[in-house]
T-cell receptor
Framework: NAGVTQTPKFRVLKTGQSMTLLCAQDMNHEYMYWYRQDPGMGLRLIHY???????AKGEVPDGYNVSRLKKQNFLLGLESAAPSQTSVYFC????????????FGPGTRLTVT | KQEVTQIPAALSVPEGENLVLNCSFT??????LQWFRQDPGKGLTSLLL?????REQTSGRLNASLDKSSGRSTLYIAASQPGDSATYLC?????????FGQGTELSVKP
C-alpha cells in the first residue's frame, strides 16, 4: 500500500514550457486534490475532484488544468509555465470531504526560470 | 468565510518540556479538525483527526482537543523530543475544501 505518490519529485522549467504532474493513490479514494505551498501563503487549493471524470476549481486555479480519467490518478497540467508558478505542489486524497482524513503525497518542487 | 489561525508561528523549547500548540477557527460549523505534521522538504503527515462530536483524540504523546463553541483546538505534546521538531498545521473542511492554518514551526533543542 503506497498511499499517495507524486511524479516527478523535482523539476525545473523555462518560462513558457509545459508539463504534467502525476498523482496516484491506491486507497480507492473518491476525492483528490492539488495544492500549492508557498512561503507566507500556506497551502492553497488549486483544483479538486470528487470522483472519476469530475474536476472543480479551488482557490487558485488560473494557469492550471486537471484531469481525472481514472479514479486512482489525478493529473495537474501547466500549459505555459510562469515564474509565479514556482512552488511546491502537493496532491492529496480522501474517501470523502466531510468526516474523513486527507492523505498527502510527498510533493513536487517546481522551479520556473 | 472560514479562517484558521495558528499561534505562535514559531516555538523553541528544551527537550522534555510539555507544550501546547493553538489553532482557532472563525466558523464553528465544522465536520472535524485535522492536525498535520510537516518535516522540512516533505509532505504532510496526518497526526490526529477530531470529529465534531468529539472533545479529544490521543495518539501516543499527542493529545488534541476541540472546543467548537469557542472555535479552538489545541495540540498537546508531552515530553517533547528533538524528533518532534517540525511544522504543525491544523485544518478544517469548509466549502468543499480544507482550510489550513499557517502552521507553528516547532524546534525542540537537545
Amino acid at each position: 500500500n503506497a498511499g499517495v505518490t507524486q511524479t516527478p519529485k523535482f523539476r525545473v522549467l523555462k518560462t513558457g514550457q509545459s508539463m504534467t504532474l502525476l498523482c496516484a493513490q491506491d486507497m480507492n479514494h473518491e476525492y483528490m486534490y492539488w495544492y500549492r505551498q508557498d512561503p507566507g501563503m500556506g497551502l492553497r487549493l488549486i483544483h479538486y475532484s470528487v470522483g472519476e471524470g469530475t474536476t472543480a476549481k479551488g482557490e487558485v486555479p488560473d494557469g492550471y488544468n486537471v484531469s481525472r480519467l481514472k479514479k486512482q490518478n489525478f493529473l495537474l497540467g501547466l500549459e505555459s509555465a510562469a515564474p509565479s508558478q514556482t512552488s511546491v505542489y502537493f496532491c492529496a486524497s480522501s474517501y470523502s470531504l466531510g468526516s474523513y482524513e486527507q492523505y498527502f503525497g510527498p510533493g513536487t518542487r517546481l522551479t520556473v526560470t | 468565510k472560514q479562517e484558521v489561525t495558528q499561534i505562535p508561528a514559531a516555538l523553541s523549547v528544551p527537550e522534555g518540556e510539555n507544550l501546547v500548540l493553538n489553532c482557532s477557527f472563525t466558523d464553528s460549523a465544522i465536520y472535524n479538525l485535522q492536525w498535520f505534521r510537516q518535516d522540512p522538504g516533505k509532505g504532510l503527515t496526518s497526526l490526529l483527526l477530531i470529529q465534531s462530536s468529539q472533545r479529544e483524540q490521543t495518539s501516543g504523546r499527542l493529545n488534541a482537543s476541540l472546543d467548537k463553541s469557542s472555535g479552538r483546538s489545541t495540540l498537546y505534546i508531552a515530553a517533547s523530543q528533538p524528533g518532534d521538531s517540525a511544522t504543525y498545521l491544523c485544518a478544517v473542511p469548509w466549502g468543499g475544501k480544507l482550510i489550513f492554518g499557517q502552521g507553528t514551526e516547532l524546534s525542540v533543542k537537545p
